[in-house]
Structures are given as structure tokens and as C-alpha cells.
Nanobody, 116 residues
């Protein structure tokens, strides 16, 4: 099973993008769906999470600007990004943790570039 992230691109500061992540196959007993990002020269950081029950959490740096949501029927997770800033520039990765062993699935990443 592989995850496919899409929706990245070039946007001006203050603009919006919506990232999507879909799975190539079925993933059972999903516990957590996440979006991470990695900026050039920096470590990968957790941006937003959503639990199987729908509870969400976002990093302080994006609070009030980014929203995570999911579609369980389609095994998709989304990241709505508003009021984008140049410091949001990064490769964004989706991640799903599933099963009793919390197996981790990753997407290939989608590049978001925010120009000032």
C-alpha cells in the first residue's frame, strides 16, 4: 500500500492550497492520519493530525490557518492551508498509522512553495 499526496504548487503569500492524500489500497484499523512537512535544511515536523474518531490537532505555527480533515470511505486525508506564509514552504508528506502495531505508511510528498 502506498500513499499519494497531491495539491502542492506555487502560491503567493496569503493564498490557499488544499492538499489531498489517497491510498493505493485498503488500510484497516486506521488510528491516526497526519501531515508532516520538511523545509530545506530542516527536520521533518508534524503539522496536523486527525484521529479515527475525528479529533484534530495542529502545530502552533499553523494554528488558525491550516485545517485537517478526512474521508474514511475513500481513505483520504486533506490539509486545507489558508493565509499561507513563505515559511510554510516545504515538502508536505501524508502519513497514516494503522493496526495494533501502529504500522506507518508514507506518501511521496508534494512541494508547496509560498512566494513573498
Amino acid at each position: 500500500v502506498q500513499l499519494q499526496a497531491s495539491g502542492g504548487g506555487l502560491v503567493q503569500a496569503g493564498g490557499s492550497l488544499r492538499l489531498s492524500c489517497t491510498s493505493s489500497g485498503s488500510i484497516f484499523n486506521i488510528r491516526l492520519m497526519n501531515w508532516y512537512r520538511q523545509a530545506p535544511g530542516k527536520q521533518r515536523e508534524l503539522v496536523a493530525s486527525i484521529t479515527s474518531g475525528g479529533s484534530t490537532d495542529v502545530a502552533d505555527s499553523v494554528k488558525g490557518r491550516f485545517t485537517i480533515s478526512k474521508d474514511d470511505a475513500k481513505t483520504m486525508v486533506y490539509l486545507q492551508m489558508d493565509s499561507l506564509k513563505p515559511e510554510d514552504t516545504a515538502v508536505y508528506y501524508c502519513n497514516i498509522k494503522a493496526g495494533s502495531m501502529w504500522m506507518s505508511y508514507w506518501g511521496q510528498g508534494t512541494l508547496v512553495t509560498v512566494s513573498s
